[in-house]
C-alpha cells in the first residue's frame, strides 16, 4: 500500500537573503510532494528577522526572545491547524493559501474598519461609514488580494 504523503510545515531563516537591517527574513516553510513554498512572517509591524547567530536552526526558533517565538508558535500552530483541516481532501498549496489567510483580513483588518466605522457614527459623521457598508463585499475582496501580496513571498 502506498504512503498517502502529507504536507509539512518549518520555521526557517533564510540566510541567503538579507534585508536592508542586516538580518535575515524568517519565513513558513511548506513542503508538499518534495516542491517548497516560502511565506514570509510578520511582526506586529514588520518582517520578522535574525541574525544568524541569534537563530536555533534546529528548533526554527530565536535564541532567547520570548515574545518572537510566540508569534512563531502562532504561526506555526495556524498552518498545523489549516493542514489537518485538509486532510480528507487533495491537497493544493492553493488551498493551503485561501483557509491559510482567509481568517487574516476578518482578524485583524475588518474589526478595525468596524471599530473606525463605529467611532464616525457616534461622532454623527455618517458618509465614511454608509459608503463602507455599500461597498462592503468590494472592501472585503480588496483586503483579501492586498493581504496576499503583503504576506507571501514565495520562491
Not at 454623527?124 to 507571501?152: C, G
Request: with cysteine; aromatic share 12%; charged share 30%.
Amino acid at each position: 500500500m502506498a504512503r498517502i504523503k502529507k504536507p509539512t510545515i518549518k520555521i526557517v531563516l533564510r540566510k541567503g537573503k538579507t534585508l536592508a537591517n542586516g538580518k535575515s527574513p524568517v519565513f513558513l516553510r511548506l513542503t508538499f510532494n518534495r516542491k517548497a513554498k516560502y511565506y514570509v512572517l510578520k511582526g506586529e509591524q514588520e518582517t520578522l528577522s535574525c541574525e544568524a547567530k541569534k537563530w536555533n536552526e534546529e528548533l526554527g526558533r530565536y535564541n532567547r526572545n520570548k515574545e518572537l517565538n510566540l508569534f512563531l508558535d502562532r504561526y506555526e500552530f495556524r498552518a498545523n491547524q489549516v493542514i489537518r483541516n485538509l486532510e480528507n481532501t487533495d491537497f493544493t498549496f492553493q488551498s493551503f493559501e485561501e483557509k491559510y489567510f482567509k481568517d487574516y483580513d476578518d482578524a485583524r483588518v475588518i474589526p478595525f474598519i468596524n471599530s473606525i466605522i463605529e467611532k464616525l457614527t457616534t461622532k454623527k459623521n455618517m458618509a465614511l461609514p454608509m459608503f463602507i457598508e455599500i461597498h462592503e463585499i468590494e472592501f472585503r475582496n480588496l483586503v483579501q488580494k492586498l493581504v496576499f501580496r503583503t504576506s507571501i513571498i514565495i520562491s
